[in-house]
């Protein structure tokens, strides 16, 4: 008997559209991923991960792919925001941004980032992360219940 491997729910928050895209169309052939939910903003993933607003019938995301320069709310109050939570803790948080500097990454250890991955600029490089990403995460991380 074969057990059926789970399918993932992943949260993209990342306002550039072009990175959306290309991150969308990177995982769309993946076999693990069930859906990719895509929020532009802080507020807009607060909202959904809290089920307000227009996300009240939202799912809860096994994997969130964060960007830390964010419209309304940054990356980094989010993150903090979600790893105080008992409810949200679990849920791995992935840091996908275009900032190298060693304050951003410790600053986003400090509030329990699970990985932080700086974009490569080259195309080729970004898919190549993105692909990572999802090997990963996706294939051989064993990530808690949807429950937490």
Not at 2 to 10: A, D, E, M, V, Y
Not at 30 to 41: K, Q
Request: glycine share 2%; hydrophobic share 40%; with cysteine.
């Amino acid at each position: 008997m074969t057990i059926s491997p789970k399918l993932l729910k992943i949260l993209l928050v990342e306002d550039s559209k072009s990175d959306a895209v290309l991150i969308q169309e990177t995982l769309s052939s993946s076999r693990l991923l069930d859906e990719l939910y895509v929020v532009r903003d802080g507020v807009d993933a607060t909202n959904f991960l809290y089920q307000t607003g227009s996300y009240t019938n939202a799912p809860r995301p096994d994997l969130i792919l964060l960007d830390l320069n964010l419209p309304k709310k940054n990356g980094q109050e989010l993150l903090a925001e979600i790893k105080a939570d008992e409810n949200l803790k679990t849920i791995p948080v992935v840091i996908l941004s275009t900032s190298s500097t060693e304050a951003d990454i410790v600053k986003s250890y400090q509030n329990h980032v699970n990985c932080y991955l700086v974009k490569p600029v080259e195309l080729d490089q970004f898919v190549h992360v993105v692909e990572a990403i999802e090997h990963f995460w996706l294939a051989l991380a064993e990530l808690p219940s949807s429950q937490g």
